[in-house]
């Protein structure tokens, strides 16, 4: 039973340029969703939240979406930077954090 | 401590081995999660103590898994006969609270390999 899905596993994008890295969900008692940013041998950290009783949240590049009719989210970031190449992960929360299985993000200089 | 710790960063284990992960957690951080990342997939919740006490173990595989947190504060993950199928980054997690979307801070991970 996944509640969270992440069902790109990778995405390249040019240097400057918008990435978008997109999360469907289907549980719906979630109390928030996060983005959570992952770098190799280190742990998640965290990114960037939206309540669920909000469809917006903005913090400098990055900006998350909520859709709650289509339970679907995204995470877009604008302008794209080679120091943002990592795996992407959005979780929702009850308590604990439900993990989709992440997008590997590529931004090319 | 400034950040969660975790120890060891690499375990190697023989087939039928017991081992023991430890998670420090932030000082003064009640609640401490476990979660299990294999291969290429995201983190899935193992386990959740709040203090000392164990309120959700819902996703412990087998009863070869167990972790305890005695004191409230360190934390041990122990697996009986490690299998192949153990072998995964094992992640821990503590925060204040339960709930709060940004407090959430998670350790390096111990990478297992059961060989």
């Known amino acids: 039973d996944q509640q969270v899905k992440q069902n790109s596993p990778s995405l390249s994008v040019q240097e400057g340029r918008i990435s978008i890295l997109n999360c469907d969900y289907t549980n719906s008692m979630f109390d928030y969703f996060l983005w959570y940013k992952k770098y190799p041998a280190e742990g998640p950290t965290f990114l960037i939240s939206i309540s669920s009783i909000k469809d917006k949240n903005e913090d400098g590049r990055f900006t998350v979406f909520l859709n709650k009719s289509a339970k679907h989210l995204s995470l877009h970031i604008v302008p794209s930077q080679p120091g943002d190449s990592a795996v992407y992960f959005c979780a929702g929360l009850t308590g604990k954090l439900i993990f989709g299985q992440g997008t590997t993000l590529q931004v090319k200089p | 401590g400034a950040g969660v710790s975790q120890s060891p960063r690499y375990k190697v284990a023989k087939r039928g081995q017991d081992v023991a992960l430890r998670c420090d957690p932030i000082?003064?951080?009640?609640?401490l999660f476990w979660y299990q990342q294999a291969l290429g997939q995201g983190p899935e919740f193992l386990t959740y103590f709040q203090n000392e006490a164990q309120l959700d173990k819902s996703g412990l595989p087998s009863d070869r898994f167990f972790a305890e947190r005695p004191e409230g504060s360190v934390s041990t993950l122990k697996i009986q006969r490690t299998q192949q199928e153990d072998s995964a980054v094992y992640l821990c997690a503590s925060s204040l609270g339960q709930g709060t979307p940004d407090g959430y801070t998670f350790g390096s991970g111990t990478r297992l390999t059961v060989v």
């Open positions: 000082s003064g951080h009640v609640s």
